[in-house]
Nanobody, 121 residues
Framework: QVQLVESGGGLVQAGGSLRLSCAAS????????MGWYRQAPGKQRELVAT???????NYADSVKGRFTISRDNAKNTLYLQMNSLKPEDTAVYYC???????????????WGQGTQVTVSS
């Protein structure tokens, strides 16, 4: 069993910054790609950023230049540094990870429970 726990969300004024963390725990053998997604009220969940195990990154156009995704493989932890926040960044932010658990041969995608980010104007 694998758990992903996000933290770091909250209320911030426009132009401010937040740093999200996502800690993976459980019977983990290896983690491949990891990512951040978000879902605003009444909208579909959308990709924010992804990062490979080697550190290659991919960003949604709406966050390029403002958000930075990173990971600590030794700690099985994913981060999202969010700067110059805008009201339209308000959403529940979810992390996911492709995880191979001990005793298995396939990677499976796991999701965290989400953390609320609210940006006031």
């Amino acid at each position: 069993q694998v758990q992903l726990v996000e933290s770091g969300g909250g209320l911030v004024q426009a132009g401010g910054s937040l740093r999200l963390s996502c800690a993976a725990s459980g019977s983990i053998f290896s983690i491949n790609a990891m990512g951040w997604y978000r879902q605003a009220p009444g909208k579909q969940r959308e990709l924010v950023a992804t990062i490979s195990r080697a550190g290659s990154t991919n960003y949604a156009d709406s966050v390029k230049g403002r958000f930075t995704i990173s990971r600590d493989n030794a700690k099985n932890t994913l981060y999202l540094q969010m700067n110059s926040l805008k009201p339209e960044d308000t959403a529940v932010y979810y992390c996911n990870a492709e995880v191979k658990t001990i005793g298995t041969i396939l990677y499976r995608t796991y999701w965290g429970q989400g953390t609320q980010v609210t940006v006031s104007s």
